[in-house]
C-alpha cells in the first residue's frame, strides 16, 4: 500500500512538473492560416527539438487571448502591437518576445463605390472582441463621425445591407467579401498601412514577471516558432494541409481557397516594406508611431516606450 500511495503521489507531482514545464500559447482567434508559423513548429516538432513543451489553446468567442494571460491560463499570447501597448497602459507589464507582422492589415470597406472617407456619420461594423484601437484613431483623427456596429465574426450585417461600410483584415474578411461577391476597388477599400496608420500587428507577448523567471524558456519557444513561420513561407502548401488539420479538429467554418489566400497575406505582410525582409523584430518607429497616434486620440495616459516591450538581446 505504502509503494502505491507512494508511487501515486510521485505520478501525481510529475504530471504537476511537466504541466509547469509547458508554456500555453494563445492566439488571437480560432484555427486559421494566420497562425500557421506556430501550427508548424508544433507538427514538425520544431518546439521539441528546442526542447521547449507547447501546448497551443485558441481562446472562445467570448474569452479575448488577454483574458486568459491575465488569468494565468496561458504564459504567451497573441496581440496587436496597438493592443499591447493598451493593456500595459492599463496596468500589465508585457514582453515582445517574437515579432511577426510588419505591416498593417486593416481597412475599411465601404458599401458603395465610394471612398470611406466619404461616408461621414456611416454606420461600420467592428469586431466586438477588440483589434479596434487604430480604427477609433482614424475615426477620431479624419472627423468621420461613425456609428460603430460591432459583430462578432463574420460579415453578414455588411453583406445583407445593413451597415454602411465595415471594418476587416487585408488576410481574412476581405477575402471573406470576396467570396461573397462584393466588388473590391481602390476606391471603396481604405488601407489604413497607406495613409499614416502602417503600425505593426502579429506580436507573441508574455508577462513581465513570467518572461523574468523564464527567460531562456522564451528565448527557445519563440527561435522554433521563427523556424514554424519560415518553414511555412518556403512550403506553403505543405504548411496549409497542417493548418486545414486543426481547422477540421476544431469544426471551423471555413475553406481551402480562403486559407491559402490568408496564408500568402499574412507573409506578405510579414515583409518589412523597406528590407524586403522577413525581420521578425518590433521596429521602434512602429512603437513611436503607434504612441503619437493613441495619445493623440488620448488611449494612452502615457507613453509605452520600446525598452519597456522588448525581450533582452
Not at 505543405?238 to 477540421?248: G, R
Request: hydrophobic letters at 40%; proline letters at 2%; aromatic letters at 10%.
Amino acid at each position: 500500500m505504502r509503494l502505491w500511495v507512494a508511487a501515486a503521489v510521485i505520478s501525481v507531482c510529475t504530471s504537476a512538473s511537466a504541466e509547469e514545464d509547458t508554456i500555453v500559447f494563445t492566439p488571437q482567434w480560432k484555427p486559421q492560416a494566420q497562425f500557421a508559423g506556430y501550427y508548424v513548429a508544433e507538427a514538425k516538432g520544431f518546439y521539441r527539438e528546442a526542447g521547449v513543451k507547447v501546448r497551443i489553446q485558441h481562446p472562445t468567442g467570448t474569452q479575448s487571448s488577454i483574458s486568459y494571460l491575465r488569468d494565468g491560463e496561458c504564459q504567451a499570447a497573441m496581440f496587436q502591437l496597438s493592443q499591447a501597448m493598451e493593456i500595459v497602459d492599463n496596468g500589465t507589464p508585457l514582453v515582445n518576445i517574437l515579432q511577426t507582422s510588419m505591416n498593417n492589415a486593416m481597412v475599411i470597406v465601404s458599401a458603395t463605390d465610394r471612398s470611406p472617407l466619404t461616408l461621414k456619420g456611416a454606420r461600420v461594423g467592428i469586431w466586438s472582441v477588440g483589434f479596434w484601437q487604430l480604427a477609433v484613431c482614424m475615426n477620431i483623427r479624419e472627423r468621420m463621425d461613425y456609428q460603430w456596429v460591432r459583430f462578432a465574426q463574420n460579415m453578414n450585417l455588411f453583406i445583407s445591407g445593413v451597415l454602411d461600410a465595415t471594418v476587416a483584415m487585408s488576410y481574412n474578411e476581405y477575402y471573406q467579401l470576396m467570396q461573397a461577391g462584393i466588388k473590391m476597388t481602390d476606391k471603396n477599400v481604405y488601407r489604413f498601412c497607406d495613409h499614416g496608420y502602417n503600425v505593426q500587428e502579429d506580436g507573441v507577448y508574455m508577462t513581465r514577471n513570467f518572461y523574468e523567471a523564464h527567460k531562456e524558456q522564451a528565448r527557445r519557444f519563440a527561435q522554433a516558432s521563427r523556424r514554424g513561420w519560415e518553414w511555412a513561407a518556403a512550403h506553403p502548401e505543405e504548411a496549409l494541409d497542417i493548418v486545414m488539420q486543426y481547422v477540421e479538429q476544431h469544426a471551423v467554418a471555413t475553406n481551402r481557397v480562403l486559407q491559402r489566400l490568408m496564408l500568402k497575406e499574412v507573409l506578405r505582410l510579414q515583409l518589412d516594406r523597406h528590407s524586403k525582409k522577413r525581420e521578425f523584430r518590433l521596429r521602434p518607429d512602429m512603437v513611436q508611431l503607434a504612441n503619437k497616434l493613441m495619445t493623440e486620440c488620448r488611449m494612452l495616459s502615457r507613453e509605452i516606450t520600446y525598452e519597456e516591450l522588448k525581450a533582452d538581446e
